[in-house]
């Protein structure tokens, strides 16, 4: 089974510039994340989405970050303009259920490292 | 608060046990998971516990849960030159629809 396909796998840009990227989750999987993990900590939530849905994107920085996930299987997220501050590897996950009543196990890409210089 | 947290960093020797250590502060977390992840890649599922569990054990793996201090623990046994690695533990909640919230990792090196 192929697992989370996720590119480009780096990109530098300058700040101000816009980057997206892109993410193919394992087939099937219903539930698609996008984390944030800056170097040193734990990937941080950024969006969630349940086929084409949102479920949570509270943490998304909105006045700058956007994703969408048409058809309910790739997604893309996207930053414009970038700051110096969202250097970090993005990762995306799938799963194929989600809630209370399943363990929902994620399974994670290799992620795209960001430098913003 | 939903703050995880881990200490950084842990050395161990080639063949003796690692301890990995998390602490979390969501009494309503429903699972607790063990990530690992290596150098330029994404995180892989180690394992689980559920929160009415106090030990789970997986071949080598043995994960301990104490829920009155919030304390969850990673035991590697016989540690190999492969276990090198980060190693991330998260929590989950019923209301949080699969949200994790994961703790800064922890770098084990293994030494020969």
């Known amino acids: 089974e192929a697992g989370v396909a996720q590119s480009p796998r780096y990109k530098i840009i300058e700040k101000r510039q816009s980057v997206a990227f892109w993410c193919n989750p394992i087939?099937?999987?219903?539930?698609l994340y996008w984390y944030q993990q800056i170097l040193g900590q734990g990937p941080k939530l950024l969006i969630q989405?349940?086929?084409?849905?949102?479920?949570?994107d509270s943490q998304l920085p909105k006045d700058r970050f956007s994703a969408e996930r048409l058809k309910g299987v790739d997604s893309t997220l996207k930053i414009q303009p970038a700051k110096l501050e969202d250097s970090a590897v993005y990762l995306c996950?799938?799963?194929?259920?989600?809630?209370?009543?399943?363990?929902?196990?994620?399974?994670f890409g290799p992620g795209t490292r960001l430098t913003v210089l | 608060g939903e703050d995880v947290e881990q200490s950084l960093f842990l050395s161990v020797r080639e063949g003796d046990s690692s301890v990995i250590n998390c602490t979390y502060t969501?009494?309503?977390?429903?699972?607790l998971y063990w990530y690992k992840q290596e150098p330029g890649a994404g995180l892989q599922l180690l394992t689980y516990?559920?929160?009415?569990?106090d030990m789970k054990q997986d071949q080598r793996l043995t994960v301990l849960l104490n829920k009155k201090d919030k304390h969850l623990s990673l035991r590697i046994a016989d540690t190999q030159t492969g276990d090198s690695a980060i190693y991330f533990c998260?929590?989950?909640?019923?209301?949080?629809?699969?949200?994790?919230?994961f703790g800064a990792g922890t770098q084990v090196v293994v030494t020969p």
């Open positions: 996950a799938s799963s194929l259920t989600v809630g209370s009543q399943g363990l929902g196990e994620q399974f």
């Open positions: 087939s099937g999987h219903a539930t």
């Open positions: 989405f349940q086929n084409n849905g949102v479920v949570d």
């Open positions: 969501d009494s309503s977390s429903t699972y």
């Open positions: 516990i559920f929160s009415n569990m």
């Open positions: 998260a929590e989950s909640r019923t209301d949080s629809w699969g949200k994790l919230q």
